[in-house]
């Protein structure tokens, strides 16, 4: 992508980087998510696992687990992080 800074995809994501990929959040949720640990790429496959594009994984249908699971179930919570929204 041009005019964008190369990012290493193994490198711990930041809140920017939150907001860049899944799109705006509460801030309870984007520290959450950045705490997690996770990678850019484990970012983006809890997003697409979030956002119901499982199928682009593959067939497999393999199950979430350590970060991406972390993302996911943040992402997918319905209150427990909306108090920051007001």
Known sequence: MAG????NSG????????????GPLADARITAIVATGA???????AAAWAAGESDAMGELERP??????AIYDILTAEEEY????D
Do not use: F, H, N, Y
């Open 4 to 7: 964008k800074p190369v990012r």
């Open 11 to 22: 490198s711990a994501i930041t809140g920017q980087d939150v907001v860049e990929i899944v």
């Open 39 to 45: 990678t850019i790429v484990q970012l983006e496959e």
């Open 64 to 69: 979430v687990s350590g970060p991406v699971a």
């Open 82 to 85: 909306t108090e920051d929204c």
